[in-house]
């Protein structure tokens, strides 16, 4: 290939020596192939497609990232070990010879299928079960991070309105203002007649949409908070376009939908933190006016919280495995049972101690309290008074529970932010607040203490929705809309 190229430039030029000079490059072409390692001689032909340098990345992650070697990695990016990243670099990717286009992660959300990331991407499918090691479609669970390939200038895609029952893709393009061969092409479908129900097209538009699940009146549906992971929050997010009745389930939990603005609706819900790592299925169900329903089952990856084993604690024994402690857990449970419709936070949650950084116990850890085999683990966030014995009410909410004197708790607070969502704060030295008061971001509610089930002065702070306890931090550190 290289000699044919060199003799092609040399021909168009008139020369009376062209034909020694046809002789001396074959030769010399000839000896140029001889002495190339084959790989350059192959690299001329190779694509490779690019990944995107951001914040925080090293050579080695990337290498590992893209199971390459960090010698394959420089090599072909003409780096060394010292070569120093910049976010918005550009690097080639080895393993993934041969692809094209800017490498993208995000997390499979519901509905994403290989058809449908194929579709929206306008990668090979073929390509992204390479870029991915996929085995099987059922390995597309929600949460996983996947990679996809995006060429450049490549148009947006937007997800068109499913079709209804009945109609067809050539109508449902027409409606869309769409060509109706080429938005076939663009979803790989062979012919516009094959268009199916409950099947998510794609077509090109000025804005992305995020919903790749084609359910008749649902323009988007978001699983935010993602990768779930035990004892943390998840939400999920419809945007309808018509009234709908929506249902989820997952690893028991059903969140309640609670229509905010006008077609959007928010589900909160929390992953026990002793829920076994793995995938579980998520079930979403939704019925509009006309009493249509539409179901829809995805996988999800529920991660680890890393969470650690405390050494087994000594406490009076009356708070361990007794009557009253059953009676009490039973009290708390009913108190934070109840959805009420409105969100009184806003944004991030403020820390409920003078110092949010003097944590002196983490949500999660596994424990057992005076040699007691059962296994309990920590529902909440223990913060310390190392700058002082304030405790603040986090958020806007309102105080629906004043419980003095508990066998576990305390002297303890209980106040509802709405959605489901309530936060606990036990074993105060006092309480400064009444039952039924509202409560502003940072208001004054109490003193830390060492009453209850405690063994030494400290802020038990707990965050429950729909009565599971979830990690607070999450609320601490990120804003819920
Ligand atoms: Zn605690």
Redesign the pocket.
Known sequence: MVNLSIDMNDYTKPSSLFGQRFFISIIVAILVIATLPFRDVNAQATTYPEYVVVPGDTLSWIALRFDSTLDELLAVNGLDENSMLRPGDRLKIPSLAGMQGILTTEYVQLGSSLTSLSRRSQAEPADLIRANNLTSPSELFIGREIVLTQIENSPIMTTMNSLRQGQSFLEASILAGQNTWSLAKTNRLENPLLGLPMDTYYMPSEVESPSNLAIPGVKEIVVDNLPLIQGDTFLIEVTSEEPVTVRASLAGVEPVFIEMDEGLQMGYGGINALTEVGVYPLTMEFTNSEGDTYRFDQYVMISSGNYVSDKPLQVDPASVGTEAEQAENVKFKEIVAPVTPVQQWSGLWYSPAQDADCII?SFGSRRTYNDDPRLYY?????LGYCKGVDVYAPAGGTVVGIFPDQVVRGNAIVIDHGLGVYTIY??LASILIEEGAKVEPGQLIGIIGTTGR?TGP?L???VDILGTPVNPLTWLRRAFP
């Open positions: 116990s920590h529902t909440g966030l223990d036990m074993h405690s400290h038990h702070f707990e």
